[in-house]
């Protein structure tokens, strides 16, 4: 069982740990924008050194420990660690970031405008058509289907949705 925290002050062991470096790769700065710290079991086991990128928009940021990656949500990307090899890739979305809902089957991903769906090796499945230009949210899963809405006129201009589970295609409903 894994567990994973925003490091704030490191201590002993977390300072010692060689970290997984996440982000910009090529970069002057010497320290991480954000560092997550892994337990496994409640003993420390992995630390993960995020670098922004610096023309992304960050409102919002979401970790989660998710099949067997952490998955971090962070500007305009998702980055997956998986926790197993310490191998990492990252996906850049369309516009920022906005959130994350885990279930058992996949892992729905949202940003500004679309929703993304990743099956359980973090491997992407569909992304959608816009849904919105300001915000996406997840409301409720099922096996068949994903309700949400988008904001098209921000500020409070949200338009429902429902798509299929398989493929993020809209289900309309009958005339």
């Known amino acids: 069982m894994y567990s994973v925290a925003l490091g704030r002050h490191l201590d002993t062991p977390w300072q010692a740990m ?15 924008d954000k560092v997550f710290v892994v337990c496994a079991e ?18 919002f940021e979401a970790h989660a420990i998710w099949s067997h990656y ?18 990492t890739s990252e996906f850049e979305l369309d516009s920022y970031f906005g959130n994350l809902s885990a279930g058992e089957a ?15 090796d973090g491997v992407l ?27 098209w006129d921000p500020p409070g201009g949200w338009q429902s949705f429902r798509l299929s589970a398989s493929n993020g295609v809209e289900i309309l409903d009958p005339a």
Do not use: K
């Open 18 to 32: 060689e970290p997984i470096r996440v982000g910009r790769t090529s970069t002057t700065a010497n320290e991480a």
């Open 42 to 59: 409640d003993r420390p086991f992995a630390r993960v050194d995020l670098y922004q990128h610096r023309d992304d928009y960050y409102g």
């Open 106 to 120: 996949r892992l729905l991903v949202a940003s500004a405008q679309r929703l993304f769906s990743f099956d359980r």
């Open 125 to 151: 499945e569909w992304r959608s058509a816009m849904l919105g230009i300001d915000g996406v949210v997840v409301e409720s899963v099922t096996a068949t289907e994903i309700v949400g809405c988008g904001e």
């Open 70 to 87: 952490l998955v971090i949500g962070s500007g305009h990307r998702v980055h997956f660690i998986d926790l197993r090899d310490r191998s």
